[in-house]
């Protein structure tokens, strides 16, 4: 069983749509955790830290729940610049990061 | 332009060639990581520095692969008889010890073994 687990998608959605992205994480990625986004061909860049307190940034929203060990990112009122693969990321103790697959999404006009 | 970055940004090589690739990170980060991404994957960490010290090799890292951080600033990959398996994009990512402790990623060296 990998560490980070996320549906790969693809979601295509329209714009101004809400979308829910969902991961589950094993014990040994419990340190804290992230949402990344990753656009094609280049680096992943930090989208939002996730806490169980649950916290927003704009349009999206992250929530985590440590009893099930689920991490969730909405976005809401999409945008066509939103197109990209967002990733769950855990971290471990030494400070690496554990990413999940990937969730790719594609918002259509 | 002060954030990571990696040479070469590609590189292709034939099987059983070697191949290095360097990382510099944010000037002030004693930390640095190297990950390697495979097409429709999330990246997958390989290992880790402390300044100059290694401190975690993943066992993804076989013999072939060895890193260095001789100063504590820049880091090499090297990948020596490489196979077709091993292409992929190798990421750098550098961070300090805050409590933030956010990973910021170069671009990376898209590797492909023909």
């Known amino acids: 069983r990998k560490e980070v687990e996320q549906d790969p998608g693809p979601f295509n959605v329209p714009e101004g749509a809400t979308v829910a992205f969902n991961c589950t994480y094993s014990n040994s990625a419990s340190q804290s955790f992230f949402w990344y986004r990753q656009d094609c061909r280049k680096e992943p860049k930090l989208l939002m830290s996730?806490?169980?307190s649950g916290n927003e940034d704009g349009r999206f929203t992250a929530q985590l729940n440590r009893a099930s060990q689920y991490i969730s990112l909405l976005i809401r009122d999409s945008k066509l610049s939103d197109s990209a693969t967002y990733l769950c990321v855990g971290r471990g103790n030494t400070g690496k990061l554990i990413f999940g697959q990937g969730t790719t999404l594609q918002v259509k006009p | 332009d002060t954030g990571v970055s990696q040479d070469p940004r590609h590189k292709i090589t034939k099987r059983g060639q070697n191949v290095t690739f360097r990382c510099d990170p944010i000037?002030?980060?004693?930390?640095l990581y190297w990950y390697r991404q495979t097409l429709g994957q999330g990246p997958e960490f390989l290992t880790y520095f402390q300044n100059e010290a290694q401190l975690e090799k993943s066992r993804l890292l076989s013999d072939r692969f060895s890193a260095e951080r001789p100063k504590g600033s820049f880091s090499t990959l090297e990948i020596q008889r490489t196979e077709q398996g091993d292409s992929a994009m190798y990421l750098c990512?550098?961070?300090?010890?805050?409590?933030?402790?956010?990973?910021?990623f170069g671009p990376g060296t898209r590797l492909t073994v023909t």
């Open positions: 990512a550098s961070t300090s010890d805050t409590f933030s402790y956010e990973q910021y």
């Open positions: 996730v806490y169980s």
């Open positions: 000037s002030e980060h004693n930390r």
